[in-house]
């Protein structure tokens, strides 16, 4: 099977189809997105829902369950988030990563539909407070940097999205252009990153 970058459809028996003409074919059809990112992982398709709400597989749980599942993401995406650059030159301890998918938008420079993108957003183990209601909460880290996408992408195939149970510390790099990247915080003559 060739791998496409564009998210593709497969029946019940595992063989690839072509996309649904409507949402109704598709749950007719029974058809399950393959997501891009992570060609292992089989997401339930969602019509028109971004990816990081497809991640929850929201379907397979109770109500409890998904209910915690969404005040997990909110953690991420319902925040200010921070630029990754702030943290230039400094290890960050990473205790979670959520990839954002932003769908088209109206551009305010041309009036015209414009493609969406992805950020990465990194929870760190740093603490805000809301300037409103004056509560605490781990600062949210926000990156478009491919480079960090891909590093980010790869963590999170392995310890899964949203919270993790070992958080990753991570050098932040950031070039004079603006690219930004993640190094693994490795072991020193002096020891390691604590």
Do not use: C
């Amino acid at each position: 099977m060739t791998q496409t970058r564009k998210p593709y459809y497969v029946n019940e028996q595992g063989e690839v189809v072509e996309p649904p003409a409507t949402p109704e074919q598709e749950q007719e059809q029974h058809l399950t997105i393959i997501n891009p990112l992570n060609p292992g992982n089989m997401l339930p398709s969602m019509t028109n829902l971004p990816l990081h709400y497809q991640a929850l597989h929201l379907e397979t749980l109770n109500a409890e369950e998904a209910e915690e599942a969404m005040d997990m993401l909110h953690t991420y995406t319902q925040v200010v988030p921070s630029d990754l650059k702030t943290y230039s030159n400094t290890i960050i301890t990473i205790l979670g990563a959520v990839l954002k998918q932003n769908q088209e938008y109206n551009s305010k420079k041309t009036g015209e539909m414009a493609p969406g993108y992805y950020n990465v957003l990194l929870k760190i183990d740093k603490i805000a407070r809301d300037e409103v209601t004056g509560e605490e909460y781990k600062v949210i880290v926000k990156s478009s940097s491919k480079t960090v996408a891909e590093v980010m992408v790869s963590l999170m195939a392995l310890r899964g999205f949203g919270d993790w149970v070992v958080p990753y510390k991570a050098l932040v790099k950031v070039a004079p252009d603006n690219r930004q990247f993640l190094q693994r915080a490795v072991e020193q003559k002096k020891g390691k990153y604590e």
